[in-house]
């Protein structure tokens, strides 16, 4: 008896963290939908057209199998010029789309989006905590986009600490209480690097 009931009680646990498990995945993509949509975007990067993007991509958690998408992130990653204008203008849509194309990212396209994305401290700290802050899951380590300068400023250690405080005194000025922890986690990590 006490044997089944040992039996049973694991079952049901293993068929509830399955259950789990599923529920936490990201969807899987599809990659000629956001290929046609990425398209739409690069022609005209407009709030409607990075909506399109946004449908198509992972509300949260990061996609592992990307095997079937490397041409279309490739493709993305070839015109990141076009998102990074987008973004540092403030659009909001596109700054929205700029975290969530880290469900997809991986290698030198998620350096690039680092680098796109760490800059946006400068131009809307604000926005850039709100969407932090959304999009937590997706940065295990936040070093990486708030240090994405160092980079560009390996041979120039005074340049590196100018950035450093300009990205310090950009988050500084954000006031809103709902943001403070992050802020404070962001600066935190900054003065380290």
């Not at 990061?62 to 493709?75: H, L, T, W």
């Not at 540092?88 to 994305?117: C, D, H, Q, W």
């Not at 988050?171 to 600066?187: D, F, G, H, T, Y």
Request: proline share 4%; hydrophobic share 45%.
């Amino acid at each position: 008896m006490k044997r089944r009931l040992i039996l049973l009680g694991a079952c049901a646990w293993l068929a509830l963290s399955t259950a789990a498990g599923f529920a936490q995945a990201p969807a899987a993509v599809d990659w000629t939908g956001l290929e046609e949509a990425w398209n739409q975007y690069y022609a005209a990067p407009n709030e409607e057209n990075a909506q399109k993007m946004l449908n198509l991509l992972p509300a949260a958690g990061k996609i592992m199998d990307i095997k079937n998408g490397f041409a279309v992130i490739n493709s993305i990653n070839d015109h990141l010029g076009v998102l990074e204008g987008e973004v540092y203008s403030g659009s909001p849509t596109s700054v929205k789309l700029g975290f969530r194309l880290f469900t997809i990212s991986y290698g030198a396209f998620e350096v690039n989006m680092n680098k796109i994305i760490g800059n946006l401290i400068a131009f809307n700290p604000r926005m850039f905590l709100e969407e932090l802050q959304a999009h937590r899951d997706l940065f295990p380590s936040l070093e990486p986009v708030l240090g994405s300068y160092l980079r560009d400023t390996t041979s120039d250690a005074v340049a590196r600490e100018l950035e450093k405080k300009l990205r310090i005194k950009a988050l500084e000025s954000v006031e809103e209480k709902a943001l403070k922890s992050m802020r404070s986690e962001c600066i935190k990590i900054l003065k380290k690097l």
